[in-house]
């Protein structure tokens, strides 16, 4: 398949990659900034641009892979050249490619890229829609070109995924750097938790979250609670944190699941 890549982050230099392993014929990438569309180009042997009106018509799907606030916009330029048009956005709705074309749909990767770090995309959950049965037939044979998970997911459906997804990764990420300034404020290395990290991800990828959530909250142990939000006594919005998410885990039906 012909494709053109609107975008040159993180997913979009991911996906490109992929669909170019995977034998497909990448165009063109697109970039407000021509050193980065250059440098993705240069790689799935594309031709770069920086002006969509440089966009050539004759590709067979435009995916865009940029964020979400721009997609809509630049739908409604690549529309007139009456191409199937994807967006890889987890919450953004179908509806904000169909409002300029019914030729339409998603391909959403379910992970977290970096470009300094590679991903075998053939385990990457990819979750699509189509705008009908027929747009959504073909973007699933694409996407089981680069993918060995391979799911159709709505648009409701994806909006959840998306906020979940923000849970289980974007929040964990932010509170593992919260860690190491509390470490390193006291002349400690990251390094002695990192294997505590490892070992209650994989708990996670064997057993249900609140089958293995351990901690002074799930004991409702108060005292340690008390002396940890006193040494965040000079951080009130790290103990808003704390309390916030120890009242969580308090609250939380750790009933085994399937034995109610």
Same mark, same amino acid.
């Given at each position: ?16 990659? #992929? ?15 021509? @050193?980065?569309?250059?440098?993705? #180009? ?86 699509? &829609? ?50 190491? @300034? ?16 490892? &070992? ?10 609140? @089958? ?49």
């Amino acid at each position: 398949m012909r494709i053109t890549i609107i975008g040159s982050g993180n997913v979009a230099t991911h996906m490109a990659a #992929a669909l170019k392993n995977a034998g497909h014929n990448i165009v063109q990438v697109y970039s407000r900034d021509m @050193q980065n569309a250059a440098l993705l #180009a240069y790689h799935v042997k594309a031709e770069p641009v920086d002006d969509l009106q440089h966009i050539t018509p004759d590709t067979d799907l435009f995916i865009i892979a940029v964020k979400d606030d721009a997609i809509g916009i630049i739908a409604e330029q690549l529309a007139k050249h009456d191409k199937l048009i994807v967006h890889t956005s987890g919450a953004t709705d179908l509806y904000v490619l169909l409002a300029f074309t019914d030729k339409a749909g998603v391909l959403y990767p379910l992970q977290t890229f970096s470009k300094v770090k590679e991903v075998n995309f053939r385990q990457v959950p990819l979750c699509i &829609e189509g705008a009908d049965a027929a747009i959504t037939k073909q973007i699933e044979e694409l996407a089981q070109s680069i993918s060995n998970n391979v799911y159709r997911v709505d648009s409701a459906q994806r909006k959840i995924l998306h906020l979940a997804a923000v849970f289980a990764c974007n929040f964990p990420n932010y509170l593992y750097e919260v860690a190491r @300034q509390l470490l390193d404020a006291k002349g400690l290395d990251f390094e002695l938790l990192r294997p505590l990290i490892l &070992e209650t991800a994989q708990k996670v990828l064997e057993r249900l979250p609140a @089958q293995v959530q351990t901690g002074p909250a799930v004991r409702n142990d108060t005292g340690t609670m008390n002396d940890h939000l006193k040494l965040l006594a000079e951080t009130p919005h790290l103990q808003d944190i704390y309390t916030m998410l120890s009242q969580g885990i308090i609250k939380m039906d750790f009933t085994p699941h399937g034995d109610k």
